[in-house]
């Protein structure tokens, strides 16, 4: 009887399986492949001969699946009136740049993957998501026609048109293509252009000085005198006869680019250099920070000033904008500010007598590194001013309580800043005379 039951339950579930499986079959589904999306935010940006490319990894694949199967993005640049066509841009691009990028863990359907991290362990990771720099230098390569896609023939009885030669300045071009781990490049993204106008002339004859308040620099105009000259607007003229312009011929395609128009303006970097700690990693070459100039916005004088730093080095290089365009760099000029200046001398001291004690009050120093306040006094038998607090006092008054009634004392203060080992001290003040009671 066991045993009738235990086959009636077996042919049951046997049947179950069977009804299972049967159903319609369709064609083979294709494989599940992950290409990462195109990276479709780019930007450029000239520093004379420097271009720094900004570019945000893509964070998701092209069908919008998570994690991104992205390891590495290439980024390409091509010199030329046009960009080339978006299937050739590996064969007639220059690679400028491979950012390694660190994949994130795969996780399970229906839950959400962690967000990109900012960094990694090393300075040198990065993730998909991320926003990264890389720096593209000219020379002179760069600055010519690169190469052409060959035309493809019409045919026998067709021929095609010759090449117009491109008129104005080249152009810079740039765009990121994204590979798998497999290998499999992402779709081309947006692409991003400059015009390869000429640059201005740096400024030359950098200088730089300090006081207590803060650091000034000077320099000479870009192009010197005469581009100093050709910067100012020159008076009308009106001519004693009426004279007729003549016609001027098309400009030849041949001629250099014009250097950019508009007047001459000037922007300032600078590099705080500190020491760096034993077993910091080297910052990686796609992490790399465009120039931020000091000045808020461009300058037409050749001066500047800047906040000072005691103990620490500085450098300044200065570069000339026109039309938008940057020259290159001046010279670097570096200072390291110490501080020499003393406080300004204490003014307003008075005296006044109490019982058991003089009474000293006076007016505050606006420094902004004070220190605080050293009194001097002479009293009966002293021949000179002697030092009567063995530490600065912060506030601008003092109670000398150790005093004699019936005896004159002399007192001045002098002003101490907070440099260290030996502060810096200002003269004394005017001296005082009061008599104890």
Request: overall charge negative; proline content about 15%.
């Amino acid at each position: 009887m066991t045993s009738r039951r235990t086959r009636h339950i077996a042919a049951i579930a046997a049947l179950a399986l069977v009804a299972g499986g049967c159903g319609k079959k369709g064609p083979p589904l294709p494989p599940f492949v992950r290409i990462p999306a195109a990276v479709e935010t780019i930007d450029a940006a000239r520093f004379g001969d420097d271009i720094y490319v900004t570019l945000t990894l893509p964070a998701e694949n092209i069908d919008a699946s998570l994690p991104a199967d992205v390891v590495r993005v290439d980024v390409y640049g091509y010199t030329g009136a046009t960009a080339p066509p978006r299937a050739r841009w590996v064969e007639l691009g220059t690679l400028v740049g491979t950012i390694p990028v660190t994949a994130l863990p795969i996780t399970s359907p229906g839950t959400v993957p962690p967000p990109a991290p900012v960094g990694g362990p090393a300075a040198t990771s990065v993730f998909p998501g991320n926003v990264i720099t890389i720096v593209d230098t000219l020379d002179g390569d760069e600055l010519r026609q690169g190469p052409v896609a060959p035309v493809i023939p019409l045919g026998p009885e067709l021929v095609s048109p010759p090449l117009a030669k491109p008129s104005g300045p080249l152009h810079r071009f740039y765009v990121a293509i994204p590979f798998s781990e497999r290998g499999r490049p992402g779709p081309p993204g947006k692409q991003v252009d400059l015009a390869l106008t000429p640059l201005p002339e740096p400024p030359d004859g950098l200088q730089v000085a300090y006081d207590p308040s803060g650091i000034s620099l000077t320099w000479e105009p870009s192009g010197g005198l005469l581009g100093f000259l050709f910067d100012r607007p020159l008076l009308p003229e009106v001519p004693p006869f009426d004279f007729v312009e003549p016609s001027s011929s098309p400009a030849s395609s041949d001629a250099e680019p014009a250097e950019p128009e508009g007047p001459t303006t000037y922007q300032v970097y600078r590099d705080v250099l500190r020491p760096t700690s034993v077993g910091q990693a080297p910052s990686a070459p796609w992490r790399a920070n465009p120039p931020a100039a000091i000045n808020e916005m461009p300058l037409a004088r050749t001066t500047a000033r800047d906040a000072i730093e005691f103990g620490v080095e500085q450098c300044y290089t200065v570069r000339a904008q026109r039309s938008g365009v940057l020259s290159e760099p001046s010279s670097r000029v570096c200072v390291t500010p110490t501080d020499v200046f003393p406080p300004a001398v204490p003014t307003g001291l008075a005296a006044v007598p109490s019982d058991g004690a003089i009474n000293l009050i006076w007016e505050p120093n606006s420094d902004r590194d004070l220190g605080g306040y050293l009194i001097l006094r002479r009293g009966p038998g002293d021949a000179t001013l002697r030092q009567l607090t063995s530490a600065p006092v912060t506030d601008a008054r003092y109670r000398d309580a150790a005093v004699e009634p019936g005896a004159q004392y002399s007192y001045a203060v002098v002003a101490v800043d907070r440099r260290t080992p030996r502060p810096n001290a200002s003269a004394p003040s005017a001296t005082i005379d009061e008599v104890a009671r």
